[in-house]
């Protein structure tokens, strides 16, 4: 049987640390296990993710960002979600759509509607079955984010937009409890994972 799984979360709540880790976990346990992300995960994607990433781009405006991530993730979806998922096996992956309802919609404000349209056509209508919100306060977040040296274009907005972000995120898992759920990410590496590791293998069972 395959699982997808995604993980979300506002700037600095250490996604891509945590999701490693679980992916570790998981093939100890012998589960087949693709680890991928968003932007990116193809060749074309991480192109895509390059541009939206790039500090040279700030007059991009919002429904651009969401045409080239939905541009990237449907051939993600395509090239390797979708065909790992048909061979039962598990995917893990750092970011999904809710990323864009997040950002684009809670963060810039653009109509929710609109943006559920476009990525139902990206994904063919692909749903995670279980997505883990890693919540962090905003400042704390971006701190981490400086401290690591990792800054990118959509890092530099600014706070309000962050915290509209976050505030998205808290609102859709609230909304979804069968889908969601939520992970305080302020807590040390090793008991984020612990957490994580519980409700990853109590959906799995």
Known sequence: MSYFITLEGPEGCGKSTQAATLCSALKHRGYDVLHT???GGTSIGEQIRRILMDMHNTSMLPR???LLFS???AQHVRDIILPHLERDGVVICDRFY???LA???YGHGLDLDTLQTITSFATDGLVPDLTLLLDVPV???LLRKQQEGEW???DAYDLPFHRRVREGYLHMAVA???RWQIIDAAQSIEDVQQAIQAAVFQFLV
């Open 71 to 73: 541009a990237s993730r």
């Open 37 to 39: 992300r968003e932007p």
């Open 152 to 154: 990118n274009r959509l």
């Open 103 to 105: 950002y684009q919609g």
């Open 98 to 100: 809710d990323s864009t």
């Open 176 to 178: 979804d409890p069968k």
């Open 64 to 66: 651009v960002e969401v």
């Open 139 to 141: 400042k704390d977040g």
